[in-house]
């Protein structure tokens, strides 16, 4: 990590670029995690999750309170994390991410989840982090990746709304990405408002009103109908049952001679 990496995460607080207010605490992203968890996380509560760039613990915290049982998190920054442990979340540990996922045994989780992570990585890192990740998760696991959207309507305020970020996708990219890792299953899907109070229902309402014409346009355009209008979203994809890797290794134990008793 560069210099001026280090002095930036390591400010990630007090510059107001990560956290939120320790007296608001967690309930702000409440309704968007919750929903989250509720339509994406498997109901089994004794699954293995590693939050990757857990930040405050928001995530960690929302997941103890639906009695998931098995949580840890990381993140690079010192005061993201003083900030999670001041909440009581002592799931949530400091350390590099290539430090963190090599030290992590393969096929050992269920799930990982990467929010707003994989844009702060350059190509390069995003390929090692990738493999890595397939690694850890268990044959059936899946990673859930939220990032900018760089083809959504205010994308681009999130794109360069950091300076730690190096790239951003659209649901096309990322799944050129997770199908070369060797992931299957991918889907994407809009990060929009989650209704859940009058405030929040008008939003919603004007956010399906509001898209309307843009994925018109859209479709008009490409002739397709999954324009994701969001300024993030949010993908899954799994890990299949057999990786190619143990395919191989399976088709060289057949073929190889037995040996002599």
Same mark, same amino acid.
């Given at each position: 990590?560069?210099?001026?990496?280090?002095?930036?995460?390591?400010?990630?607080?007090?510059?107001?670029?990560?956290? =939120?207010?320790?007296?608001?605490?967690?309930?702000?992203?409440?309704?968007?995690?919750?929903?989250?968890? &509720?339509?994406? /996380?498997? #109901?089994?509560?004794?699954?293995?999750?590693?939050?990757?760039?857990?930040?405050?613990?928001?995530?960690?915290?929302?997941?103890?309170?639906?009695?998931?049982?098995?949580?840890? +998190?990381?993140?690079? &920054?010192?005061?993201?994390?003083?900030?999670?442990?001041?909440? +009581?979340?002592?799931?949530?540990?400091?350390?590099? *991410?290539?430090?963190?996922?090599?030290?992590?045994?393969?096929?050992?989780?269920?799930?990982?989840?990467?929010?707003?992570?994989?844009?702060?990585?350059?190509?390069?890192?995003?390929?090692?982090?990738?493999?890595?990740?397939?690694?850890?998760?268990?044959?059936?696991?899946? /990673?859930? /990746? =939220?990032?900018?959207? #760089?083809?959504?309507?205010?994308?681009?305020?999130?794109?360069?709304?950091?300076?730690? =970020?190096?790239?951003?996708?659209?649901?096309?990219?990322?799944?050129?990405?997770?199908?070369?890792?060797?992931?299957?299953?991918?889907?994407?899907?809009?990060?929009?408002?989650?209704?859940?109070?009058?405030?929040?229902?008008?939003?919603?309402?004007?956010?399906?009103? %509001?898209?309307?014409?843009?994925?018109?346009?859209?479709? #008009?355009?490409? %002739?397709?109908?999954?324009? *994701?209008? &969001?300024?993030?979203?949010?993908?899954?994809?799994?890990?299949? #049952?057999?990786?190619?890797? &143990?395919?191989?290794?399976?088709?060289?134990?057949?073929?190889?001679?037995?040996?002599?008793?």
């Amino acid at each position: 990590m560069q210099e001026w990496q280090k002095r930036l995460y390591n400010a990630y607080v007090s510059s107001n670029q990560g956290g =939120h207010d320790a007296s608001i605490g967690y309930s702000v992203r409440g309704p968007h995690i919750n929903s989250f968890i &509720s339509r994406h /996380i498997p #109901a089994d509560r004794k699954i293995k999750i590693l939050d990757v760039g857990c930040g405050a613990g928001d995530m960690i915290y929302w997941l103890k309170q639906a009695n998931y049982k098995n949580i840890s +998190g990381f993140d690079i &920054s010192p005061e993201m994390i003083d900030l999670a442990h001041s909440r +009581g979340i002592p799931e949530a540990y400091l350390s590099d *991410i290539n430090q963190a996922l090599s030290n992590t045994q393969s096929n050992s989780l269920d799930v990982v989840i990467c929010f707003d992570i994989f844009e702060h990585l350059s190509k390069c890192e995003l390929f090692h982090i990738s493999d890595e990740i397939f690694r850890i998760l268990k044959p059936n696991g899946t /990673i859930f /990746i =939220h990032t900018p959207n #760089a083809s959504g309507i205010f994308g681009d305020s999130i794109r360069y709304g950091d300076i730690t =970020h190096e790239i951003s996708f659209t649901a096309t990219s990322m799944r050129q990405l997770l199908r070369t890792i060797g992931f299957e299953k991918v889907s994407s899907f809009e990060d929009k408002p989650i209704p859940h109070g009058l405030k929040s229902t008008i939003r919603a309402i004007i956010w399906a009103v %509001g898209t309307l014409g843009f994925r018109l346009l859209y479709a #008009a355009e490409t %002739g397709k109908f999954n324009y *994701i209008a &969001s300024q993030n979203f949010l993908t899954s994809a799994t890990k299949p #049952a057999q990786s190619l890797s &143990s395919q191989f290794e399976a088709q060289t134990d057949l073929t190889a001679p037995s040996k002599p008793h």
